[in-house]
């Protein structure tokens, strides 16, 4: 009997090894192909233009904006506090409304959104932005998460205003 329960610890103890290194070679895939997911990620973001932030629970105040986005807008890392307020303090007062009506109704149709307004940069000049988003709702139909990205449109709203007026004066110099 004492043989017996040795051999059969010896083959718990053996297959509780090997559980244990299956399962360590499962997490070290996993952790690399994560780690692979993230540099990917990474490199498309600082690849492009375009700033991401993050509204992770919208019952806060707090939001996330990536580097590049505080970059956009003239900030350091380090120089901004990244918050629903400081966000709406920088739109400008005419665009507001708007940018809140197109969010607004991005939740009440639980739909992504894509808007644009003026925001007031580091330096205090304002310029024209892209914003896209998209909501996350729960099983309640409550709004628990906003997520998007977020583009300097500023020299395409100047061609275009330069572009219409050229045209007008076209237009009355044809006249």
């Known amino acids: 009997v004492g043989v017996i329960f040795s051999f059969l610890a010896m083959f718990f103890v053996i297959y509780v090894l090997r559980r244990n290194e299956t399962i360590e070679k499962e997490v ?42 505080k970059e956009i807008i003239g900030f ?14 920088r739109i400008h007062p005419e665009d507001l409304e708007e940018s809140n009506r197109s969010f607004a109704e991005a939740i009440e149709n639980n739909s992504k959104w894509n808007t644009k307004y003026r925001l007031k940069t580091k330096s205090g000049e304002y310029r024209w932005f892209s914003a896209t988003g998209v909501i996350t709702i729960d099983e309640n139909t409550n709004v628990i998460r906003a997520t998007g990205s977020f583009s300097d449109i500023d020299e395409l709203i100047r061609m275009q205003n330069q572009l219409k007026l050229n045209e007008e004066r076209l237009s009355v110099a044809i006249s």
């Open 28 to 69: 070290k895939k996993k952790t690399k192909q994560l780690s692979e997911s993230e540099l990917r990620f990474a490199l498309a973001i600082d690849g492009n233009k375009n700033g991401i932030w993050d509204w992770q629970d919208i019952t806060k105040d707090e939001l996330y904006w990536s580097p590049r986005f």
């Open 76 to 89: 350091k890392e380090d120089e901004i506090e990244a918050s629903v307020e400081e966000f709406s303090s």
